[in-house]
C-alpha cells in the first residue's frame, strides 16, 4: 500500500512539474524571440528536440508504416501553423494573455470534435465555454476596456488551430495500431524541416541567429527543447501508464494557473482589476466546462456510444510535443 502511495505521489508531482514547465514556455518563449526570428527560434528549437529524440527513436521510427509516417507528416504541419500562430502572438502580447488564452483549446476541442462527430455537448458546456470567452476579452482589456491586440488574437487562433490538431490527431489515429513514440517525432521532426526550409524566407535565416545567440538564450532555447518538450513527452508516456487519464487531465489542466503565476511573478505582467476578473473567468470556464465534458463522455462510455474527445486526456496518450 504505501509503494503504490508513494507511486501516485511521484506521477502527480511529475504532471504538475509538467504543467508548471509548459506554464513557464510563454515567458521563454517571449524572452527568445522577437518577430523578425519567431520562425529561426522555431527551427532551432524543432532541430534540437529531434536530435535530442533521435536516439530513443531510431529502432521504432526502421518499424514505421508508410502510412504511419504520413500520418505523422500531417500532425507536424498542422502543428507547425499552431506554432506560427503561437509564437507571433506571444512576441506581440504578454505572457500571461498567451498562457491564459491558449488554454481555451480546452473547450474549444470538444465544440469542434462534436461538430464534427455530430454528438452535441450538454448546454451547460456552452455557458461555461461563454464565460471563458468573456474572460479573453475582459483578460484582453488589461486595465481598461479596449479591443484586444493583434497578437491576443494570434493567440486565440492558435487555440483555434491547436483544437483543429487535436481533432485530427483524434480522428487520424484512434483504433489504428499507430506507434506514439514514432508518430510524434515524424511529427516533430516535420515541423523541423518547414520551419528550416521557410526560415530564410521569412525573417532572419536560423544558421544567422543561432550565431548570434549568447549564453543566456541558448541556455532559454535548450530550456524548450529539452525540458519543455523531451522531459514533458517522457513524463506523459510513462505516467498515462500509471494512473488514470482524468487524473492525468486535472493535473495538466493547472497549465494556464502556472502560466498566470509565472507571467505575474516573474514577467512582471500587471492585470489590473478587468484582467484579474477576466483571468478567473477563464480559469472557472475551463475548469467547468472540461469537468462538464469530461462527465459528458463518460456517461456515453458506458452507454457504448461514440465518444467526444476532450483534448487534455489525447494531449496525455498522444503527447503535447511543444507550446509556444
Known sequence: MLAIQSRIRLVDLLLLAVAAVW????LAAKELVTPSTVMAMLALRFVVTA???????????????RDEVATGMLF???????????TFGIAHTSATNAGLIISLTIVMTPILDSAVGRSWLPPQFFIAA???????????????????TAGDWLVLAAAVARAVHVTVMHRKSARKQYDSLSLTYVQMATAAVLFCAVSPLAGVPALTVASRLGPGLWVVLLYLALIGTVFAFF???????KTSPSRVSLLLGTEPIWALLVGVVLGGDRLGIYGAAGAALILVGAGWGQRIERKHREEKEKNGSAVVGSGIPERAEEGRPVTG
Open 51 to 65: 536530435v535530442a529524440l533521435l536516439p530513443v527513436c531510431l529502432r521504432r521510427l526502421r518499424a514505421a508504416r
Open 130 to 148: 461563454a464565460a471563458a470567452v468573456v474572460g479573453v476579452g475582459l483578460l484582453a482589456s488589461g486595465t481598461g476596456l479596449h479591443p484586444p
Open 235 to 241: 513524463v506523459q508516456m510513462w505516467a498515462v501508464r
Open 76 to 86: 507536424g504541419a498542422i502543428l507547425a501553423v499552431v506554432l506560427l500562430f503561437e
Open 23 to 26: 506554464g513557464s514556455t510563454y
